[in-house]
Structure formats: C-alpha cells, structure tokens
C-alpha cells in the first residue's frame, strides 16, 4: 500500500530517487486538480514571483500526514498533478492578502477536477484603468472595502519590463500611503523603461497593514 508521503514524492518529482517507495514502480499521478483563488466569483490578485502564495493540501488515512504548499499565480489560479482520492485544501495563516479563516474545501479528485477556492480580502480593487501621456503611465482604480478591521499601509503602481510585477520583481514603482477614499490615482514617469526595454508590463496593488503579502491586479496591463 502506497503512503500519502509516498504519493507526494512522486505527484512533485521531489528527491524521488531519495524515498524508497517499495518495488511495486508505481505510476506517476495523472488527474489534474487545477483552480482560483475567488471572491465572489473574481480572481483574487496576488504576487506571482518566488512561490510566495500557497494553499496547503491534506489527505488523511496515511501513516506519513504532511501537507504539500500549491502555489498560486498572479491571477489566483493553480494546478497540480494527483492521485484520484478525497483531499483537504486549506489557507494557512498570514499567507495571502486575505482574512486567515482556517477554512477547509473538501475537494475529491478523479481525473481531471477544477475548483474555486473562495476567500474574503480585506480589500478589492475595482475598474482598473492603464493610460500612458507622453512618458507618464497614469493609473487609477477603485477600492472596495471588504473588512475595515487593516487599514491600508499604501496602494503602488509598478513596471517590469517581464510578465511578472509584484513587490519582488519591479523595475520602477511609486507609493502612495494616504489612502483616504475609495477612489487612486497613480502617476509614474517610466521615460527610461520605455526607451530601454523591448515589453513593458504595468500593475497596481496594496499593502494591508500586518499582512506580509499584498493585493494585486490580477492581470498584469501589457503597455509595450
């Protein structure tokens, strides 16, 4: 009988030559549980970059019990290679720009399966606008208060001259901290990433107070 530890080794191609998972050559998982992070029905923008973000994955009735981290994308989304079975998927503490709930989904796999993972923010960003003037990118959008309870530290608008643009990865950003209305507006002369780089990419977020990972577009504006 294969352990869910087992299973795991195999399902991520992790140190699989490091665990001894018996002489039986189990086959790799097939089914595909793929996903998004939501909030009624939304994608919840997150940072893309360095594996940041996760959900955890739990199955129960195996000797060895260990959760495995399934990492999100910019848009919330994610996808990874299982056996079919009954999982647990779940929000681990402080991860993410959203309220820690504990909030369990039972998710039972057999070939390929999607679901939404729903969660609450704190915050959403709402009519998301990308304009260039010249060599400034302005950029405005609205904030809808979902839970007062972490003010705001401050709302940003960053490029990259990549695909990826979050608090890790930018090449230019400007902040703004007085977040007083549910209404921003952002300018930033990106003059320099223009003329020097072959793509452009633009992306508005905010950083909530006490929450290591921010909120985000959830679609990063290609400008060039």
Not at 172 to 197: N, Q
Request: hydrophobic fraction near 35%; charged fraction near 20%; charge should be neutral.
């Amino acid at each position: 009988m294969r352990t869910f530890f087992c299973k795991l080794i195999v399902s991520f191609g992790v140190l699989i030559n490091l665990f001894a998972c018996g002489k039986d050559n189990y086959d790799a998982p097939e089914s595909a549980l793929n996903g998004q992070v939501t909030y009624q029905g939304k994608p919840i923008g997150v940072r893309g970059s360095n594996q940041s973000v996760y959900l955890q994955l739990w199955q129960d009735g195996y000797q060895l019990r260990s959760p495995v981290n399934v990492y999100l994308t910019q848009d919330g989304s994610f996808s990874t290679k299982l056996f079919d079975g009954t999982y647990k998927l779940v929000t681990t503490s402080g991860n993410g720009p959203w309220i820690s709930s504990g909030d369990t989904l039972l998710v039972q796999v057999k070939g390929n399966t999607r679901v939404d993972f729903q969660v609450k923010p704190y915050y959403t960003l709402d009519n998301i606008v990308y304009r260039i003037e010249g060599n400034m990118l302005k950029a405005s959008f609205d904030v809808q208060t979902i839970d007062a309870t972490r003010p705001i530290d401050f709302a940003m608008l960053m490029v990259n001259d990549t695909k990826f643009v979050d608090l890790g990865q930018y090449s230019y950003k400007i902040e703004k901290s007085d977040v007083t209305s549910s209404h921003v507006e952002l300018e930033l002369d990106m003059k320099d990433i223009l003329t020097k780089s072959s793509a452009v990419y633009a992306r508005v977020g905010l950083k909530i107070n006490g929450i290591t990972e921010a909120l985000y577009d959830s679609s990063p504006q290609k400008l060039k």
